[in-house]
């Protein structure tokens, strides 16, 4: 805004800045930009219009050069010498009661140096604020706010961004057929009208002129007429309608052309409401937040770590997040405070890791000539990066600290085999492994394939495997109980079972944890407490992008298999329209005549009204009736108990089933090589990992096998998101995809314990959460427990993040 367009002559203008930047406690928040950038804009004009002020201008600006790097008591003194500068100037007409130059400098500096500014406590409720009662608390609650920081750290849903100011006369040729403009005037309200529409909606009409020309401007709140009067200068910020002369504002932002402009003439804040809560409301709210609050508000990062990672101050960070200077300062003040979400998270993971390694553990003697033996005499080799797994694997095992390592591999990458490896090592030096699956149908998987692994070992060579759920028989848990007691048992595998009170080790060193995610916190704490700080190994078939497994595995060391078994049969994905169903059919009744079998997923267990897809239940009944009359169906979804499920998944795998119409609860874990082809309905209703995960379930034998996606939407977006599935085989690259697309709570399918609750940090921010990774794993080599005084305040915060995750998941 220009002192022209502020309605004032400069000198008067620039007392009322000076006087408002006084007033707001020196935080260069009195003019759009701060101080310097107003001079920046107006001096040219300044020194044209007022040539016999020339020498006063060209002082004034050297003088606040640099302002915005000041304290806020350099700048208190400052504006001190630069008071008499404006005091002492000739032409100031609007002032007709001058102050004595010295006389004003004396009391301005005796008022910077008794108190800046007024304040609050950042932590106090928000009823400490002016104009705060009761009612507006309750509405601030809504949106999650009760004391001062919170308002501090509310986010903007998006900007908009007005700065582009514009003389009446060329907003005509601004606006292209097509185009939307958005922009701000300044003028004069030359006329204000009620009028009604010619359905009697009552609208106020206001003609807004300047040097330049005039304007029309409507706003349908007949309140707003009683705000204004003609005479008025005001400043008006929206999107143009119409084009050349025909131009007009509709419902545009508007307030007095002063210097303290909050909704026009800038880039303002849009922020999220709740009902009798407005913007303009809102936005004096936050204002008044941070002239009152900033003052007493700690940064919490150390000066030393902010300069090493290039990030601004907390203040200077929550002033740009509110009323940025540029889009490009609000988007850094964004990713100072993602970097502090991201630090305070990687503190507790990596504090929990170290934790963890400073327990003293079991080493495990690594018996090469064994190893070597077991992978010769498998029918396959392992790949490269199953190699490179295990070593990362065994050279944890060694350590005289336990191992806390997360296993990730896609479907059918051989994790299994990894872990078989690292279990026969730990039984050869005398110790125990327990390998915990989430289900009976894959404890019993995985007891088969261990089973069938160490088949190729003889002698003392060979392990005991056992195995323990919920449905083995009274008759062998005894012998199994006090196998595990004696040591005599030296691998178990099995469900929640393993978990029981009843179930003691005699020395459980080693702890596999399949499919984790199905396990809560306390459930993987009891296996840990069954043996001494054993080593822990967690594995995962769910592609997890790198910034995910950073947030949700931090505190985990990471092994990827990122590579598939050479033979592996590839999968051919089809994405099939709705209307081609039926020739779908025809395929898998193919593919069963042959001898095979099939799946057919479907999203929702009951049919909805609102969701048109196809439930389980209801297509079940369809194709058992119209489509596959003669074949055998099973049906599996979420709400059937376990030994339901694990009937049913049974049946399957032994071929009494020819298809299983199947939820989501089939993603992960079944094994039945002799099924080549699975159909999903709905298929764009999944996300990306979701839909390669089913896929998965096919294409484990050696026959050609099928993956159908069906879909009854016809939209771009859609038949690009299922073409990538049918073009990518890469879960890892899926994954990617999938987070970028539908963001971290979806990519999961449910909300998951732990995941955390991140308002600035995004996860497609990977610069920024390395770099809060690395931040927080140089802060601990230092000090492990953060109990330096310049950590204090960082400290505070994660014992605040961690005590709440805690109680989240309890």
Known sequence: ??????????????????????????????????????????????????????????????????????????????????????????????????????????????????????????????????????????????????????????VPRRYADYTQVVPIGRLGRLVRVGEEVTCTVIGEVAQVEVRETTNGRRYVAVELRDDTGKIPVIWFNPYVARQLAVGQRIAVSGKLEGSGPYVRFRNPEWEPAEADLLNTGRIVPIYPLTHGLYQRQLRQLTRTALELALPRLNDPLPTALRQRYELPSLTWALAQLHYPESLAAAERARRRLAFDEFLVLQLGLVQRRLSWHAQPGTPVPIDRELLERFLASLPFQLTSAQRRALEEILADLAQPHPMSRLLQGDVGSGKTVVAAAAALLVHRAGFQSAILAPTEILAEQHFRTLTRLYSGLSGADRPLVALLTGSTPERDRGPILAGLASGAIGIVVGTHALLEERVQFHHLTFAVIDEQHRFGVLQRHTLRSKGKNPHVLVMTATPIPRSLALVLHGDLDLSIIDELPPGRQPVKTYVVPGRKRAEAYKFVRREIEQGHQAFVICPLVEESETIEARAATAEYERLQRDVF???????????????????????????????????????????????????????????????????????????????????????????????????????????????????PGEFLGTRQSGLPNLRFATLADMPTLQAARRAAEELLQDDPTLAAPEHAALAELVRARWTRSVADVS
């Not at 504006?79 to 500068?85: H, K, S």
């Not at 764009?684 to 159908?708: D, M």
């Not at 038949?719 to 049918?726: G, I, P, S």
């Open 629 to 743: 009359p003669d074949l055998r169906l099973g049906l599996l979804h979420g709400r059937m108990s376990s030994r339901e499920k694990d009937e049913v998944m049974t049946r399957f795998r032994d071929g009494e089933l020819d298809i299983l119409v199947s939820t989501a609860v089939v993603e992960v874990g079944i094994d039945v090589p002799n099924a080549t082809v699975i159909l999903i309905e709905g298929a764009e209703r999944f996300g990306l990992a979701q839909l390669h995960q089913f896929r998965g379930r096919v294409g484990r034998g050696t026959a050609p096998s099928y993956c159908l996606l069906v879909s009854d939407t016809d939209t771009e977006a859609a038949r690009q998101r299922l073409e990538a599935v049918a073009t990518t085989t890469d879960g890892f690259r899926l994954a990617e995809i999938d987070l970028q697309l539908r963001g």
């Open 1 to 154: 805004m220009t002192s022209s367009e502020a309605g004032h002559h400069p000198i008067a203008f620039l007392r009322r800045v000076f006087d408002l930047e006084r007033r707001k406690g020196y935080q260069d928040s009195a003019a759009v930009g701060g101080i310097e950038r107003l001079f920046e804009r107006n001096l040219g004009v300044w020194l044209t219009q007022h040539p016999e002020l020339r020498s006063h201008f060209q002082q004034l600006a050297k003088l606040v050069r640099g302002y915005s790097t000041k304290s806020p008591m350099e700048r208190a003194e400052l504006l001190a010498r630069i008071m008499p500068l404006l005091d002492g100037t000739e032409r100031i007409s609007e002032r007709p009661h001058r102050v004595r130059a010295s006389k004003a400098a004396e009391e301005r500096t005796a008022s910077a140096k008794a108190q800046l500014v007024k304040s609050v406590d950042p932590d106090e409720s928000v009823t400490a604020l002016p104009g705060v009662g009761a009612q507006r608390a309750r509405q601030l609650e809504t949106l999650g706010i009760s004391t001062v920081r919170d308002l501090l750290y509310l």
